[in-house]
């Protein structure tokens, strides 16, 4: 039996497989419907999925054309063989050229390059040499060409990206495009290439597209351009470099220019717009390199980046550049904040939005902070930077240190600010101390890159990898005088004892408590120590209980009086539209549950095509009259 991979278009490959017997054969394709389909966790968040549906998937194997993506067709390999043994799985020269390693350069080749160079740092005067896990990153980048690396935040992927990108435009003469995350590491990587690294002519070779980029064309410009009938593009330099926001809206024909193209932070593509984009850049099949800190080892997210840059390397993990002392040591405090025992109950049966507003809510953060200052925990002598998900939480604890605290300068970072505005931050935080940089998540955990930083705050509870150690790689940059970087993770405690009657006692936990332990296991796959730090009768968290019932009333109240208005709107509609019933009439008594399943579509009615109710006040009784059309012979149907 024989699978063969052919190029198909775009990101895709045909999937032909050729056997002895039919059989043979669907037994393959069974095989792949179902070997790299993946859940959908998101989707168990939605109302969808809280009204009665199950798990959702999403299969990178399309059926229907036999397509799979190509940077999924290593691992599909591999499953095929094992599944199959002695199975032959060959691919199309275009394909086996994609992934066939490319021996360019030794890792002594490298470095001779980098020399070539004359990496220096411009305002400091010292001198650039690459370091091993550097090497490293490049050698396996230009050796296989397609795939997502490994390496951790503060490991010095700017300066390997550098080198790529002169080696791709000066050597092989290939155009290439850089692709970060936010429009605030364009200007920095910019900056890097012409001062951090020295390149004179960085400003000669790159072009940067962003939101607030002087790289735009004039009106005259386009005038002559249009012209000639020549596009934008041809007034691109050989290194472009951008965001994917910027690329969304471009036309498909402009990503042609490109042979070459790197990710930053290439965890972004498990969104569908760098996706999209990857796979509009198809004269860059054969160099697609992704770089960042946290890539997930599995499920959907690691598909989506595997499908679109290819396998998975891992280059340099952060424990391992603190036992080089690479990287100032981090290390995490606990901080326990008990709730009260009147509350505990309330806290852990609300949904999550509820909880959250609750504990950010109250003055515990307050309380927090005002003890880490009097501890000294955070101090004039340090640069602290405190992150919050949503601005509200933000600009009440920034008005509050404002007030209470003016010996520190502050800074607000969050979605509105300027990049010119952030840089100006940056480079301020990196000349002094005494700084206090408040921020939203989103903003602050990728591409603001200050070495000055000491201590992290986690305002917010969260459990995202990628949230948790990317900001954590925002304080361990070396720097003189910071012999550890420290991170100060809130935990809001409201767990109780549950004295169950069918089963054992046992804890019952609140969301906050249980984030706190999946953070817990991305600190230990890093080896970061954890501090645990008790805060009872410090920290007042003033939980208003009579504030929340009243709260959950009016939503209750709420989320009812919409309901009645799309109960009617419902009835009135299908009063209208199926008034006059033209083929064979059932009478049919279904319960109210069942109704309410009809009308906003949770569960399907076999056979039935139209159903209308007999009048709109029998809504309000337990069993209601419909009258229906069925395709089938006249039945009576019941839900009991």
């Given at each position: 039996?024989?699978?063969?991979?052919?190029?198909?278009?775009?990101?895709?490959?045909?999937?032909?497989?050729?056997?002895?017997?039919?059989?043979?054969?669907?037994?393959?394709?069974?095989?792949?419907?179902?070997?790299?389909?993946?859940?959908?966790?998101?989707?168990?968040?939605?109302?969808?999925?809280?009204n009665?549906?199950?798990?959702?998937?999403?299969?990178?194997?399309?059926?229907?054309?036999?397509?799979?993506?190509?940077?999924?067709?290593?691992?599909?390999?591999?499953?095929?063989?094992?599944?199959?043994?002695?199975?032959?799985?060959?691919?199309s020269?275009?394909?086996?050229?994609?992934?066939?390693p490319?021996?360019?350069?030794?890792?002594?080749?490298?470095?001779?390059y980098?020399?070539?160079?004359?990496?220096?740092?411009?305002?400091?005067?010292?001198?650039?040499?690459?370091?091993?896990h550097?090497?490293e990153?490049?050698?396996?980048?230009?050796?296989?060409?397609?795939?997502?690396?490994?390496?951790?935040?503060?490991?010095g992927?700017?300066?390997?990206?550098?080198?790529?990108?002169?080696?791709?435009?000066?050597?092989?003469?290939?155009?290439?495009?850089?692709?970060?995350?936010?429009?605030?590491?364009?200007?920095?990587?910019?900056?890097?290439?012409?001062?951090?690294?020295?390149?004179?002519?960085?400003?000669?070779?790159?072009?940067?597209?962003?939101?607030?980029?002087?790289?735009?064309?004039?009106?005259?410009?386009?005038?002559?351009?249009?012209?000639?009938?020549?596009?934008?593009?041809?007034?691109?330099?050989?290194?472009?470099?951008?965001?994917?926001?910027?690329?969304?809206?471009?036309?498909?024909?402009?990503?042609?220019?490109?042979?070459?193209?790197?990710?930053?932070?290439?965890?972004?593509?498990?969104?569908?717009?760098?996706?999209?984009?990857?796979?509009?850049?198809?004269?860059?099949?054969?160099?697609?390199?992704?770089?960042?800190?946290?890539?997930?080892?599995?499920?959907?997210?690691?598909?989506y980046?595997?499908?679109?840059?290819?396998?998975?390397?891992?280059?340099?993990s952060?424990?391992?550049?603190?036992?080089k002392?690479?990287?100032?040591?981090?290390?995490?405090?606990a901080?326990?904040v008990?709730?009260?025992?009147?509350?505990?109950?309330?806290?852990?049966?609300?949904?999550?939005?509820?909880?959250?507003?609750?504990?950010?809510?109250?003055?515990?953060?307050?309380?927090?902070?005002?003890?880490?200052?009097s501890?000294?925990?955070?101090?004039?002598?340090?640069?602290?930077?405190?992150?919050?998900?949503?601005?509200?939480?933000?600009?009440?604890?920034?008005?509050?240190?404002?007030?209470?605290?003016?010996?520190?300068?502050?800074?607000i970072?969050?979605?509105?600010?300027?990049a010119?505005?952030?840089?100006?931050?940056?480079?301020?935080?990196?000349?002094?101390?005494?700084?206090?940089?408040?921020?939203?998540?989103?903003?602050?955990?990728?591409?603001?890159?200050?070495?000055?930083?000491?201590?992290?705050?986690?305002?917010?509870?969260?459990?995202?990898?990628?949230?948790?150690?990317?900001?954590?790689?925002?304080i361990?940059?070396?720097?003189?005088?910071?012999?550890?970087?420290?991170?100060?993770?809130?935990?809001?405690?409201?767990?109780?004892?549950?004295?169950?009657?069918?089963?054992?006692?046992?804890?019952?936990?609140?969301?906050?408590?249980?984030?706190?332990?999946?953070?817990?296991?991305?600190?230990?796959?890093?080896?970061?120590?954890?501090?645990?730090?008790?805060?009872?009768?410090?920290?007042?968290?003033?939980?208003?209980?009579?504030?929340?019932?009243?709260?959950?009333?009016?939503?209750?109240?709420?989320?009812?009086?919409?309901?009645?208005?799309?109960?009617?709107?419902?009835?009135?509609?299908?009063?209208?539209?199926?008034?006059?019933v033209?083929?064979?009439?059932?009478?049919?008594?279904?319960?109210?549950?069942?109704?309410?399943?009809?009308?906003?579509a949770?569960?399907?009615?076999?056979?039935?095509?139209?159903?209308?109710?007999?009048?709109?006040?029998?809504l309000?009784?337990?069993?209601?009259?419909?009258?229906?059309?069925?395709?089938?012979?006249?039945?009576?149907?019941?839900?009991?």
């Open positions: 039996m024989q699978v063969y991979f052919d190029f198909l278009r775009d990101n895709l490959s045909l999937v032909n497989v050729y056997g002895n017997t039919q059989t043979e054969i669907n037994r393959v394709y069974t095989f792949l419907n179902s070997a790299i389909k993946y859940e959908d966790k998101q989707a168990t968040y939605t109302e969808k999925y809280k009665g549906y199950g798990k959702e998937y999403v299969n990178f194997y399309d059926k229907d054309e036999r397509t799979v993506p190509i940077g999924l067709i290593a691992r599909v390999c591999n499953l095929l063989r094992g599944k199959f043994p002695g199975i032959q799985v060959k691919l020269p275009r394909i086996d050229s994609m992934f066939r490319k021996t360019v350069w030794t890792k002594e080749e490298i470095l001779k980098a020399e070539t160079l004359n990496i220096h740092d411009r305002k400091e005067g010292f001198k650039l040499t690459l370091r091993e550097q090497v990153l490049i050698y396996q980048a230009m050796l296989h060409r397609r795939g997502a690396f490994k390496a951790c935040t503060a490991s992927k700017s300066l390997a990206v550098y080198v790529m990108a002169r080696y791709m435009t000066e050597v092989e003469h290939k155009k290439i495009a850089v692709v970060v995350p936010n429009s605030g590491l364009v200007v920095q990587l910019m900056q890097n290439f012409h001062d951090d690294y020295s390149w004179d002519e960085a400003p000669d070779n790159c072009t940067l597209i962003y939101g607030e980029s002087k790289d735009k064309l004039t009106a005259a410009q386009k005038r002559k351009l249009a012209e000639l009938h020549l596009g934008e593009e041809v007034m691109l330099k050989p290194i472009v470099i951008t965001t994917w926001q910027s690329l969304q809206n471009k036309e498909p024909s402009f990503f042609k220019r490109f042979d070459a193209i790197i990710v930053d932070e290439c965890q972004g593509c498990r969104g569908p717009v760098l996706r999209q984009i990857l796979d509009y850049c198809t004269s860059a099949e054969n160099f697609k390199v992704g770089v960042s800190g946290t890539i997930p080892d599995d499920g959907l997210d690691a598909g980046i595997e499908a679109s840059l290819g396998k998975k390397y891992e280059i340099v952060l424990w391992q550049l603190a036992e002392g690479l990287i100032t040591p981090p290390r995490v405090v901080l326990y008990p709730y009260p025992l009147d509350c505990r109950t309330t806290i852990c049966y609300s949904k999550f939005e509820e909880e959250y507003s609750i504990v950010t809510g109250n003055r515990s953060r307050f309380d927090i902070l005002e003890w880490l200052i501890n000294n925990q955070i101090t004039t002598a340090q640069n602290t930077v405190i992150l919050f998900r949503n601005i509200e939480p933000l600009e009440r604890v920034a008005a509050y240190l404002q007030e209470h605290h003016p010996e520190f300068k502050y800074s970072i969050k979605g509105e600010v300027k010119k505005e952030r840089d100006r931050i940056r480079l301020e935080m990196d000349s002094s101390y005494g700084h206090i940089l408040l921020g939203t998540y989103g903003c602050l955990q990728a591409g603001m890159n200050v070495k000055k930083l000491n201590n992290l705050v986690f305002g917010d509870p969260g459990k995202s990898m990628y949230m948790i150690m990317q900001s954590i790689g925002r361990v940059r070396k720097c003189t005088g910071k012999d550890i970087a420290t991170c100060y993770d809130i935990v809001d405690d409201a767990s109780y004892m549950v004295h169950g009657r069918t089963r054992e006692d046992h804890i019952k936990e609140n969301c906050m408590v249980r984030h706190f332990r999946e953070r817990v296991k991305y600190y230990n796959a890093d080896k970061i120590p954890i501090q645990p730090v008790d805060l009872t009768g410090i920290v007042e968290a003033d939980v208003k209980l009579d504030d929340i019932k009243q709260k959950r009333k009016e939503k209750a109240e709420k989320r009812a009086q919409q309901l009645e208005k799309r109960k009617k709107k419902a009835a009135e509609g299908l009063l209208k539209n199926y008034r006059a033209l083929i064979i009439f059932v009478i049919i008594a279904w319960t109210q549950e069942f109704i309410e399943r009809i009308f906003f949770v569960r399907s009615i076999p056979y039935v095509e139209c159903v209308g109710l007999l009048g709109v006040e029998i309000h009784h337990p069993f209601d009259i419909f009258v229906c059309r069925t395709s089938v012979n006249p039945i009576v149907h019941t839900d009991s």
